[in-house]
Structure formats: structure tokens, C-alpha cells
């Protein structure tokens, strides 16, 4: 049962530093959630601080990945033009006969 837990959580800490390097390069395509094993048993009482340091990592790669996309979709915001457009500059020509 702790055996189960201890390599879910090994590969959980190894997803979490691969997808933090997938953000770091701009993959941003690649990152994918990790599925736990479905079959888990009950987190075991030795595990819970382990298990909430990395929760808390991967929600601050979370955080971080919604920022970066929020900042990328406010680069590509192209500005509206105004609803009444703004008359043409006033143009003078001397016109001699």
C-alpha cells in the first residue's frame, strides 16, 4: 500500500518538474494534468506533507501558466478603433491661376 503511494508521488514530483520545463521553453501544447492511478488506496498519514507540498507546487504552475496565457492573449488584443472616427487633418492647397 505505501509502495503504491511512494511511486505515484515520485512520478507526480518528476510530471511536475517536466512540465515546469515544458512552460519554461514555451511548449506550452505539451503540458498535461497527471492521472494518479485510479486503484489508489487511501493516502497513508506519512505521505500527507508530501503530498500537499506537491499539490501546492502544481497549483503555483498552474497559477503561473494562466498568467502567462493571460498575458499573451493581451499582446494579441488589437486595439478597437474609435466608434466616431476622427475627421481628417485639414489639408490647404495654394492654388494660383
Do not use: C, K, P, V
Given at each position: 500500500?505505501?509502495?503504491?503511494?511512494?511511486?505515484?508521488?515520485?512520478?507526480?514530483?518528476?510530471?511536475?518538474?517536466?512540465?515546469?520545463?515544458l512552460v519554461d521553453e514555451g511548449r506550452y501544447d505539451e503540458v498535461v494534468a497527471f492521472e494518479p492511478p485510479a486503484d489508489l488506496p487511501a493516502l497513508p498519514r506519512v505521505f500527507v506533507s508530501r503530498a500537499v507540498e506537491l499539490h501546492d507546487r502544481a497549483q503555483a504552475l498552474a497559477e503561473r501558466v494562466m498568467e502567462l496565457r493571460d498575458r499573451a492573449r493581451q499582446r494579441r488584443v488589437v486595439p478597437r478603433r474609435p466608434a466616431h472616427p476622427t475627421p481628417a487633418a485639414s489639408a490647404y492647397l495654394d492654388q494660383r491661376v
Open positions: 500500500m505505501n509502495s503504491s503511494w511512494l511511486s505515484t508521488l515520485d512520478a507526480f514530483e518528476r510530471h511536475l518538474g517536466l512540465q515546469a520545463r
